[in-house]
């Protein structure tokens, strides 16, 4: 979990509309807006640099920040949506939505492969595949957790697999599909090896008749 809510800092926008969003992206700003909770909307600016490096740094949809914007009571938040350029893709616009520490929200939370080195199925030759870097959780604003973890180690044998029921989940916090046991990764056989033993296969049936009957 994380110890932690780290701060996010904006200036309230005077302005709303067009306009006012093309001046504060002109002046190194990138707009936005606060909702949610019992207050109105809150139009925000946020430094240009300051919203790239926290895009840069991962996670940003999935981080719950304490905003500190000057005349308003700290509020926690987390971003629902981050508009960006489509030639640049850079950020335009974001949305922020107020929570408590007690709301239940939906969030994609990252896997955490660890111990590949130690993974017995691939010291064997085999061949990691990743199906899922992150699954979707319902979790309560103020216990977001960083990671799931997944232990490669305790894959011994090409073929084995994780699935989600292999995950031990942070108290509190609930999977958003419930009927299948989906796949997370597993250890393949390498693609070569897999064709060479086709190819055998292949061999065995592929041998003319005439050299068969003279076998016979």
């Known amino acids: 979990?994380?110890?932690?809510?780290?701060?996010?800092h904006?200036?309230?926008r005077t302005g709303t509309g067009k306009g006012a969003?093309?001046?504060a992206r002109r002046a190194?700003?990138?707009?936005?807006?606060?909702?949610?909770g019992e207050s109105d909307p809150l139009p925000i600016n946020i430094p240009f640099n300051v919203l790239l490096k926290r895009l840069k740094k991962g996670?940003?949809?999935?981080?719950?920040?304490?905003?500190?914007?000057?005349?308003?009571?700290?509020?926690?938040?987390?971003?629902?949506?981050?508009?960006?350029d489509v030639v640049k893709d850079l950020p335009t616009h974001l949305d922020l939505m107020r929570l408590r520490r007690t709301t239940k929200i939906n969030l994609?939370?990252?896997?955490?492969?660890?111990?590949?080195?130690?993974?017995?199925?691939?010291?064997?030759?085999?061949?990691?595949?990743?199906v899922r870097n992150e699954v979707e959780l319902l979790?309560?604003?103020?216990?977001?957790?960083?990671?799931?973890?997944?232990?490669?180690?305790?894959?011994?044998?090409?073929?084995?697999?994780v699935t989600i029921s292999d995950i031990e989940l942070p108290q509190g916090a609930e999977l958003v599909i419930k009927d299948r046991d989906f796949m997370i990764c597993n250890v393949t056989a390498?693609?070569?090896?897999?064709?060479?033993?086709?190819?055998?296969?292949?061999?065995?049936?592929?041998?003319p008749a005439t050299e068969q009957d003279t076998d016979a």
Do not use: W, Y
């Open 139 to 161: 979790v309560t604003a103020g216990d977001i957790p960083d990671a799931l973890v997944v232990d490669m180690s305790k894959l011994v044998n090409i073929g084995d697999t």
């Open 10 to 12: 904006a200036q309230e």
């Open 28 to 36: 190194g700003m990138v707009p936005g807006i606060v909702f949610g």
């Open 59 to 84: 996670r940003f949809k999935s981080t719950l920040f304490n905003l500190k914007v000057e005349g308003h009571d700290d509020v926690r938040v987390i971003c629902r949506d981050v508009q960006r």
């Open 1 to 8: 979990m994380a110890e932690e809510i780290p701060d996010l």
């Open 108 to 130: 994609f939370i990252p896997i955490d492969f660890q111990n590949e080195d130690e993974c017995p199925a691939i010291t064997k030759g085999g061949v990691m595949t990743t």
């Open 190 to 207: 390498p693609s070569a090896l897999k064709s060479d033993s086709d190819d055998g296969e292949e061999g065995a049936d592929d041998v």
């Open 21 to 23: 969003a093309r001046a």
